[in-house]
Structure formats: structure tokens, C-alpha cells
């Protein structure tokens, strides 16, 4: 294995995708080359937060079929100058959006069922990669901003949560672990807490006790968030008492 091999596995090490002999390898590499050092950590980082983002079980060969397509993309040299943006992008905006897009369309084409597609279901499927991405390099954005704040809570039973503020931004991103399922028929909503005034954020994924929710609208202000329980499709107003009230980190 050449060093320019070595150099080209920064991603599939981040997701674990090598062997034994292979990850021995290129974590002797690591000691000695500061990009595929410092490309690795912010890759890791990244596939944690998609973890996060992204809990739903993958079918049981979407893993063969997501290294297959890694196979045949030529992964640039960290580094190198076709690696180089902007000053405007962030190097973490940049790997969340790249590895997003490359996991919403393996996805899609692990939902396909066919080894071709018709040009209406391509359509369909690159908008919806599109927003996947869009959203997830909002959340990046947020995670990833000199200001960004955090305050933890307990939630009920043992759901935790977690919200991350960026003003500059003028964002908010929450990470919750281990929730529950709503009741039949009911979703949890988002709240920004406007001076007591509750103003909606979003819908939660009824069907992921782990996920990270980009609250819909700019923070504005606002002093803390809420989440409460809601007819299917959310309400104007909360109509349930609040899950949990949380104040925004200063």
C-alpha cells in the first residue's frame, strides 16, 4: 500500500470501513502526516453527528452497498489543491455536506429496489438529497460556530437533551437521546419560549428516539425552548403541558 493510498482512507476510516491489516496501516500513517490527522478527527466528528441526526437501522445491505459506491469515487488527497474552498465554507460544513449527500443517496438507492431508475424517481430522489443536505449543513453550521453554546437536560425517563445556540447564526439545533415514542397519533413539537410566549420550531421525528432537529426559525431573541405533545400534524399553540422548558445558554 503507497502513501498516496494511505492518504486517499481518511473517510473509510472514519466509518470504519477497513480491515484490520488496513486500519493498523494508516493509524501508523496518522503519527506522521498532520492532514490525514487532523481530515480523520473532523470526519469522526462528522459520522458522530450523523449518527445523531440519523438513527434509523440501515437495511442489512446498505453497508455493502454504500463501500461499493465509496470504491469507485477517487477521494482527493487531504491537503491537495483540489481539496482547497473558499475561505467562506467551513472545512466541517464541507465534510458534513459531502458525507450527508453520499449517505442520503446510498439510501435512496438501497430504497430503489432497481439497479436503474427512471428519470422521475432520479428527480425525486436528488431533491430529496438536496434537502437533506441543505438541513444538514444548517445544523453544521450551528454545531460548528465559534459561538456555539450548549445546556443539557433530563427529559422523561431517560431521554436526555441537548440545545445548541449560535447568535451569529441566529440558530438553534436540538439533540435528544433515548425519548420515547409519542402516543398514537400525537408528534412532539418545538417551542421557541419568546418572553413566555411560545412560538412553534418544528416537528420531531415520531419514529427516532435519537435525532438532532434543526428548530425551524431564527432564535430572534428568544430565551429557551419547549417541547410538548401534539395532535399529529402540530398544533398553533401548545396544548398540552411542556415535556420540558429549557433556557438558552448565555
Do not use: N
Not at 205 to 228: C, K, Y
Not at 235 to 249: I, N
Amino acid at each position: 500500500m503507497t502513501t498516496t493510498d494511505l492518504h486517499r482512507l481518511t473517510g473509510a476510516y472514519a466509518l470504519h470501513a477497513l480491515s484490520d491489516e488496513e486500519s493498523t496501516a494508516f493509524e501508523r500513517h496518522l503519527a506522521g502526516c498532520e492532514p490525514c490527522a487532523q481530515e480523520t478527527t473532523e470526519l469522526c466528528a462528522t459520522a458522530a453527528r450523523l449518527g445523531l441526526a440519523a438513527a434509523t437501522a440501515p437495511s442489512p445491505g446498505l453497508r455493502e452497498q454504500v463501500l461499493h459506491r465509496i470504491t469507485t469515487v477517487r477521494q482527493e488527497t487531504p491537503g491537495s489543491p483540489a481539496s482547497v474552498l473558499p475561505a467562506r465554507v467551513g472545512p466541517r460544513t464541507r465534510l458534513l455536506s459531502r458525507w450527508a449527500l453520499a449517505a442520503c443517496l446510498a439510501s435512496a438507492a438501497a430504497l430503489g429496489g432497481t439497479a436503474v431508475w427512471q428519470h422521475g424517481q432520479a428527480e425525486d430522489a436528488r431533491d430529496q438529497a438536496r434537502r437533506a443536505t441543505r438541513t444538514t449543513d444548517a445544523i453544521a453550521a450551528v454545531l460548528a460556530a465559534p459561538d456555539a453554546r450548549t445546556r443539557a437536560a433530563a427529559l422523561t425517563g431517560d431521554a436526555t437533551g441537548t440545545v445548541v445556540v449560535s447568535r451569529s447564526q441566529d440558530r438553534a439545533v436540538f439533540v435528544v437521546s433515548g425519548l420515547s415514542a409519542p402516543p398514537s397519533g400525537k408528534v412532539y413539537q418545538l417551542w421557541f419560549d419568546d418572553g413566555g410566549t411560545m412560538r412553534s420550531a418544528g416537528l420531531m421525528d415520531p419514529g427516532r428516539g435519537s435525532q438532532a432537529v434543526l428548530l425551524r426559525g431564527a432564535v430572534d431573541g428568544a430565551s429557551g425552548m419547549g417541547i410538548t405533545v401534539e395532535p399529529h400534524g402540530g398544533s398553533k399553540h401548545p396544548t398540552s403541558a411542556p415535556l420540558a422548558l429549557m433556557g438558552f445558554p448565555g
